[in-house]
């Protein structure tokens, strides 16, 4: 059994951030299309201030070390979902696979259809972010972002790329698609940063 990761936002005493309510489904928000991409299709490039750039396939991530994860999630257009479960790859895990530089401050993601989203190494490295290709116990589907999607639980839902692509280290901060757009930098529910 994969160790379980518990996402320490679930262990609070009121669950839902401000200005959220609950939902009970799975809204599915992307811009655009959904892909699909077959697992035979995928493949992740992770690359920029690294010692050893390299691109892997499916076969490759799912021989990495998998854990389960326990997560709230939150859409900055209101919504949030408690409990979900994911599996997937911890980020952590990546550090062994090409040796991150120390430079390396920002993180830039890169998914399908032209999207990209920015975070912090901290964040990234985030004890709960997960490259996930289960959700509920089902491999992901199209939809979601399968086969492999990110998920930040601890920052709006817009930072947990679906259908990722590639992953950049940089010595630089870069805003992604939404973060170019008008919305916030960061994107803690906690702290309502929605927009600018
Ligand atoms: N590639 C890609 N990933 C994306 C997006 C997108 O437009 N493209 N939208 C983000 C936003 S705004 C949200 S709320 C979540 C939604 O994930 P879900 O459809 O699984 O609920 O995906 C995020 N990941
Ligand atoms: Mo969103």
């Given at each position: 059994m994969p160790d379980t990761i518990i996402s320490?936002?679930?262990?609070?005493?009121?669950?839902i951030p401000p200005g959220q309510r609950l939902t009970s489904g799975f809204p599915v928000l992307h811009y655009g299309r959904v892909y699909q991409v077959s697992a035979e299709q995928w493949s992740l490039s992770i690359r920029g201030l690294v010692e050893r750039e390299m691109t892997i396939d499916y076969q490759q991530f799912a021989s990495l070390p998998h854990v389960h994860l326990l997560a709230d999630i939150h859409c900055v257009t209101s919504w949030s979902k408690l409990d979900t479960h994911w599996a997937g790859v911890s980020t952590s895990a990546l550090r062994d696979l090409v040796a991150i530089r120390p430079e390396a401050r920002f993180v830039i993601v890169y998914a399908l259809g032209g999207f990209s989203t920015n975070l912090t190494a901290d964040d990234f490295f985030a004890s709960d972010v997960l490259l996930a290709d289960q959700y509920e116990g089902e491999p992901i589907s199209a939809a979601h972002g399968g086969p492999v999607r990110l998920v930040v639980?601890?920052?709006?839902?817009?930072?947990?790329?679906?259908?990722m692509t590639g992953i950049e280290f940089s010595a630089v901060d870069r805003p992604g698609f939404w973060e170019t757009r008008?919305?916030?930098?960061?994107?803690d529910p906690w702290k309502e940063e929605r927009y600018g």
């Amino acid at each position: 059994m994969p160790d379980t990761i518990i996402s320490p936002d679930t262990r609070r005493a009121h669950r839902i951030p401000p200005g959220q309510r609950l939902t009970s489904g799975f809204p599915v928000l992307h811009y655009g299309r959904v892909y699909q991409v077959s697992a035979e299709q995928w493949s992740l490039s992770i690359r920029g201030l690294v010692e050893r750039e390299m691109t892997i396939d499916y076969q490759q991530f799912a021989s990495l070390p998998h854990v389960h994860l326990l997560a709230d999630i939150h859409c900055v257009t209101s919504w949030s979902k408690l409990d979900t479960h994911w599996a997937g790859v911890s980020t952590s895990a990546l550090r062994d696979l090409v040796a991150i530089r120390p430079e390396a401050r920002f993180v830039i993601v890169y998914a399908l259809g032209g999207f990209s989203t920015n975070l912090t190494a901290d964040d990234f490295f985030a004890s709960d972010v997960l490259l996930a290709d289960q959700y509920e116990g089902e491999p992901i589907s199209a939809a979601h972002g399968g086969p492999v999607r990110l998920v930040v639980p601890r920052l709006y839902f817009w930072k947990s790329a679906k259908w990722m692509t590639g992953i950049e280290f940089s010595a630089v901060d870069r805003p992604g698609f939404w973060e170019t757009r008008g919305y916030h930098n960061r994107g803690d529910p906690w702290k309502e940063e929605r927009y600018g």
